[in-house]
């Protein structure tokens, strides 16, 4: 027998039917099988797009809040670089506006981020650098958590606050979410095409620089703060019945021929102390009001005056200052102005700061100020209002009114009693309207700049379409001649 008849009685070689079936593309199992193929990696592509774009969506939701709570108040922003820095063992090193600088760039990064990410602009680069971000961010997270050097992290303003644990999970949440549109950029679909993303990225950085910028001027629009108009302070720094609040113990740092002490309230020394400064800290925990760390005591014999400020039925004005030593003086005309005005029409007036009586002498100085001075806790006065020197009008302990130093009613108080104007009237609440001017200004130009564009892309896909259909129509006519 030849090799040929072997092989063919073999069955090695492929018979008729054999050849039929792989000439019509395999047999019903096999083509059974590459469907159900087909249908698997379909049905997982499907789950990747939509866990790709979930991440996408919260990570862009995250990224805006928290910068846009950053950029409506960016000194606050920096009062927690600065805490930052003196838990790192850096206080008082860099510079104010580098820090300054520094709270307003990073606002404006996670802002630009989150809308980058939201309209898939540089989807690979913004992925990356999301990345970077959030995997710093976590290890200065674990930092915090192991070693406690500050109680809030800052992430989200004074809108929300967290614990550092609570912190420790959101980031590493965020961290995983990332990684995950890191590894599938592509699968987050434009809403922007190409030739118009550098609309929707210019329009991003500059609205929220002016946002920063606006807030710097004047005050923060959105007062995320207990010291906000509206508030009570004396309701705030309540204790609901039956909670055990915590306790506080407030030192007075004093200095004499140039050595530094803390004393308490009972061991206040006499005359030839220099103050420098009060410390208020937590001896145990326990309820802790919004406003928990609030006192006002005077200048020349630390007396607490607190309950008489608060209590007094009618109109107060309350002058914040930090540091008068560096407070901007320029308007110091406008506060004599106003603190005249309120002498004229009996309306306490008093300076609260935390610096001390050489600090206060040389203010008294400069600027002719003859109204009384007292001590409140820095963090305290930092935390009231964000200008140095601020402003605040409170009526029978509620406030009322808070201005900026540069946005003093000098002008408008003349004559008129509180009483009578329009100033001595609580301001209608008006969130909403500031929520509509965001809308407007620019949630809804990019919101038409996306549908425009859209609408664009489809009617050049139309136009493509017909060209193509009329060109085929005319090959075939053509081949049938």
């Not at 000194?75 to 820095?85: L, R």
């Not at 802002?111 to 976590?138: N, P």
């Not at 208020?280 to 020349?300: A, C, L, N, Q, R």
């Not at 600027?367 to 001075?373: L, V």
């Amino acid at each position: 027998m030849s090799n040929k008849e072997s092989l063919n009685n073999s069955g090695s070689n492929p018979s008729c039917d054999d050849v039929k079936r792989d000439s019509h593309g395999g047999s019903s199992q096999e083509k059974a099988a590459g469907k159900e193929g087909r249908s698997s990696a379909s049905g997982s592509s499907i789950l990747l797009f939509c866990i790709t774009n979930l991440c996408r969506l919260l990570l862009s939701i995250t990224f805006v809040f928290s910068g846009f709570v950053k950029a409506v108040d960016p000194v606050g922003t920096q009062y927690k670089i600065e805490d930052y820095a003196e838990a790192m063992g850096l206080p008082g090193i860099l510079p104010e506006w580098i820090t300054l600088t520094a709270s307003v760039l990073m606002s404006a990064l996670e802002f630009s981020l989150g809308v980058f990410l939201l309209f898939a602009i540089m989807r690979r680069a913004v992925s990356k650098t999301i990345l970077a971000f959030m995997a710093v961010m976590t290890a200065i997270t674990v930092w915090l958590w192991a070693a406690d050097p500050v109680s809030d992290c800052g992430c989200f303003g004074d809108a929300v606050t967290l614990t550092n644990g609570e912190t420790l999970v959101k980031n590493i949440i965020l961290l995983l979410m990332a990684v995950t549109i890191t590894v599938q950029p592509l699968r987050m679909p434009r809403f922007v095409s190409l030739n118009n993303q550098w609309i929707v990225f210019h329009y991003t950085i500059l609205f929220i620089l002016a946002v920063a910028i606006y807030s710097l001027h004047y005050l923060p629009p959105f007062d995320f703060r207990p010291y906000h108009v509206g508030a009570n302070i004396k309701e705030g720094m309540e204790i609901p019945e039956g909670e055990k609040g915590p306790e506080f113990e407030s030192t007075f740092i004093m200095e004499k021929d140039g050595v530094r002490k803390e004393f308490s309230l009972e061991e206040y020394p006499d005359s030839t102390w220099t103050y420098i400064d009060t410390k208020t800290t937590m001896i145990s925990k326990g309820y802790e009001p919004p406003i928990h760390d609030f006192s006002i005591s005077t200048v020349e014999n630390e007396e607490d005056i607190t309950e008489e400020v608060l209590n007094h039925k009618g109109y107060t004005f309350l002058l914040i200052s930090p540091h008068l030593e560096n407070a901007d003086d320029s308007y110091f005309g406008d506060i004599d102005m106003i603190s005249d005005y309120a002498q004229t029409h009996g309306y306490p007036f008093y300076c609260l700061t935390a610096s001390n009586e050489q600090a206060i002498n040389v203010w008294k100085e400069t600027t002719a100020a003859d109204y009384p001075f007292c001590h409140t806790d820095e963090t305290t006065l930092k935390t009231i209002i964000r200008s140095n020197p601020g402003m605040l009008l409170l009526k029978d302990g509620t406030i009322i009114r808070k201005w900026c130093d540069n946005s003093l009613p000098a002008e408008e108080l003349q004559n008129e009693r509180l009483e009578d104007s329009e100033l001595g009237q609580q301001p209608n609440d008006d969130t909403s309207r500031k929520i509509l001017d965001i809308l407007l200004w620019f949630v809804l130009p990019l919101t038409l700049l996306s549908i425009a564009d859209r609408l664009w892309m489809w009617s050049n896909w139309i136009k493509k379409n017909k060209l193509h259909t009329v060109y085929i129509n005319f090959y075939k006519k053509g081949k049938e001649k």
